[in-house]
């Protein structure tokens, strides 16, 4: 069982849509999650960690669900800058596992 | 901000050189670390190193190896280049001294094995 698993999609919404990702862990003793974003041929950069409340920067809503093991990315008026490959991230003592990441195009 | 940095951004190489692929960071972490990314396989862990002169073997090892002789630097090397270990690979590092920290990633290095 892969210790991360996430909808490739891709996921082609248009402008202004809102979009949900999910992504769902396997180790019920990870303690640390992230979502970081991927452009075309470039490096993954951290777009945003989850924390137990759930936590919001700008557009973006993170959530974590402890119980039932996954994290979710909420994206809110989706514009053509948001298109890129969103990677879930969790951290399981010094270790990061990552899912393969979801696809999304924001449609003109 | 945290700077990770990649000796090259493109590689080309011959099947069988020894091929080394250097890594930086400017911020004192403890944890580096070595992936490569193919397409439609996402990021497999090549192996990690918590400390000076220590290494780890990740997922996916044969063929690798690394060296961490500084805790700024950290070299993987590829002994005989091989066609199959033509992918993009990245370099990153992270700290365990706060806690829930996230890891921060170099530019990469496209490396093609001609």
């Known amino acids: 069982r892969k210790e991360v698993e996430q909808d490739p999609g891709p996921f082609n919404v248009p402008e202004g849509a809102t979009v949900a990702f999910n992504c769902t862990y396997s180790?019920?003793?990870?303690?640390?999650f992230f979502w970081y974003r991927q452009d075309c041929r470039k490096e993954p950069k951290l777009l945003m960690s989850?924390?137990?409340s759930g936590n919001e920067d700008g557009r973006f809503t993170a959530q974590l669900n402890r119980a039932s093991q996954y994290i979710s990315l909420l994206i809110r008026d989706s514009k053509l800058s948001d298109s890129a490959t969103y990677l879930c991230?969790?951290?399981?003592?010094?270790?990061?596992?990552f899912g393969t990441g979801t696809s999304l195009t924001v449609i003109p | 901000d945290v700077k990770v940095t990649q000796s090259s951004r493109y590689l080309v190489k011959r099947t069988g050189e020894k091929v080394f692929l250097e890594c930086v960071q400017d911020?004192?972490?403890?944890?580096m670390f070595w992936y490569r990314q193919d397409p439609g396989l996402g990021l497999r862990l090549i192996y990690f190193?918590?400390?000076?002169?220590?290494?780890e073997k990740g997922d996916i090892p044969e063929g690798y190896s690394v060296s961490r002789e500084k805790k700024e630097r950290f070299s993987l090397i590829l002994e005989s280049a091989s066609t199959n270990q033509t992918s993009m690979y990245l370099c990153?590092?992270?700290?365990?001294?706060?806690?829930?920290?996230?890891?921060?990633f170099g530019d990469g290095t496209r490396l093609s094995i001609l």
């Open positions: 990153a590092s992270s700290t365990h001294r706060l806690g829930g920290q996230p890891q921060h």
């Open positions: 190193s918590y400390d000076v002169k220590m290494k």
């Open positions: 180790n019920s003793a990870s303690q640390s």
């Open positions: 911020m004192d972490h403890e944890n």
């Open positions: 989850v924390y137990s």
């Open positions: 991230v969790v951290n399981t003592g010094n270790q990061f596992y």
